[in-house]
């Protein structure tokens, strides 16, 4: 994997407080998240990356904000490590380390970059009219590295001894701080490190998609004419680097919640489930989201998930090795039949509620969120049939999968905490390198 430094692009002092400034990434912001964070500063990244009154628009906030010294440019090339410390699912104190730098960009067949997860038309072909307007990265992907030289964890934390460049603590109480590294020698060191390396797209598989995109269409355009000494921008992807093996990696899951399917109780869901899974009610008592997560704990290495109908009535459904199983994973990797979101996706939600891949992509018919809790108070409100809980991915399965040339269900994985938009962006009609 090739990893050059770049002169990013950050935001001034004369700006404004960092913390009114940066955003989460565009794809987990809805409408009112979006106005709370534009009304917090008239600079804040939304209003570049989520512009309300289109591309063209978005690029002039680009070009003029740069332009009076809102955003500036690195003297010098860098690259940027990025810490985030935070709580663990168990309220433990855990700490990321990563690496933002512009890594050349590869088709996914070449065998360094491996997708997880399937991307929509939609949202890529909104991210590179904005790429095409503003010739710039925005965001970064977020990519786990394997098969590094050496641990990035210990290389990072040995370079950034002294005061962080920035610092910002968000909403969910994450500390965020990112150091300026350009040092020859340790950008060399880096980049040894990850040379060997390869890298599953943890986050950000439209951007990445987008990024290529882009580049081919600027291949094109220029026909191999790429004039000015060293490498151009547009032939890599801003991307922080997170080893897999990161102590301070955390992969949360993401429940789902049926909703709109005509004629569907819950009765009639768990007597399907039945026909296809072990099923086993759960005493729920007082707390049926928790309940439902310690079941989901018993099930160990056994694969399955949990199902809330409302009024209490809570199930576990383990796989078992019927025919319709083995037929739904024949010829699948050991590390895809470790997945709950497979029998899940696969088994329970076409046999038993009706839903076909191109209906499970829809977003009509499942809604999405981290909280187990919140999934089950929805269904005892009316706003969904029925509740699925499972458990978060392991990343050695993501990476197992991906290498097999597999792809996961849409929100199979919610790595955490998200990586923060505006920190630093790239500019495309760069050139890279020392």
């Known amino acids: 994997m090739e990893v050059q430094p770049f002169r990013g692009l950050r935001y001034s002092p004369q700006a404004g407080s960092l913390d009114q400034l940066v955003a989460p990434p565009y794809d987990v912001i809805d409408e009112r998240e979006r106005e709370r964070l534009a009304a917090a500063s008239p600079h804040n990244i939304v209003r570049i990356d989520l512009c309300e009154l289109g591309y063209d628009e978005a690029a002039r906030r680009l070009r003029k904000w740069t332009a009076s010294g809102v955003l500036v440019r690195e003297p010098a090339p860098a690259l940027y490590a990025y810490r985030q410390a935070y709580r663990g699912p168990a309220g433990e104190p855990l700490v990321r ?55 990035l964890d210990g290389l990072l934390e040995d370079a950034c ?11 969910d109480g994450v500390d965020h701080r990112m150091w300026v590294l350009t040092d020859p020698g340790v950008i060399r060191e880096l980049q040894s490190a990850l040379r060997p390396a390869r890298v599953i797209i943890a986050d950000g598989h439209h951007r990445y998609e987008t990024a290529l995109a882009f580049r081919d269409e600027e291949r094109n355009r220029r026909a191999g004419n790429t004039g000015a000494k060293g490498a151009p921008a547009w032939e890599y992807v801003m991307m922080v680097l997170v080893d897999l093996h990161s102590r301070g990696l955390t992969v949360l899951p993401t429940h789902r919640l049926l909703r709109n399917v005509p004629g569907l109780v819950g009765e009639v869901l768990v007597e399907r489930l039945s026909g296809l899974f072990a099923v086993e009610p759960v005493d729920t008592g007082q707390d049926p989201a928790g309940a439902l997560e310690r079941a989901l704990e018993s099930l160990g290495p056994e694969v399955g998930f949990a199902v809330y ?21 024949a010829g699948k990797p050991g590390a895809w039949r470790q997945l709950d979101v497979v029998a899940l996706h696969g088994l329970a939600l076409p046999r038993a509620a009706g839903l076909d891949a191109e209906a499970q992509g829809s977003g009509k018919f499942l809604a999405y969120t981290r909280s187990a809790a ?61």
């Open 309 to 329: 109908t409302g009024r209490g009535r809570g199930f576990l459904a383990r796989v078992a090795r019927t025919p319709e199983w083995e037929r739904q994973t």
């Open 161 to 171: 001894r002294g005061e962080p460049a920035a610092a910002v603590l968000d909403r």
């Open 374 to 434: 919140d999934a089950v108070a929805a269904v005892d409100r009316g706003e969904g049939q029925a509740a699925f809980l499972v458990r978060p991915a392991l990343p050695a399965l993501v990476r197992d999968v991906a290498l097999a040339g597999f792809h996961m269900p849409q929100k199979s994985t919610y790595f955490y905490p998200k990586l923060l938009t505006g920190l630093v962006m790239a500019e495309l009609d760069t050139r890279l390198g020392l």
């Open 97 to 151: 380390w990563g690496v933002a730098g512009m890594v050349r960009l590869s088709a996914y067949g070449e065998g360094v970059v491996y997708p997880h997860e399937r991307t929509l038309a939609q949202p890529r072909e909104d991210r590179l009219r904005l790429m095409r307007a503003t010739r710039a990265q925005l965001s970064p992907v977020f990519g786990l590295p394997f098969g590094t030289s050496a641990p």
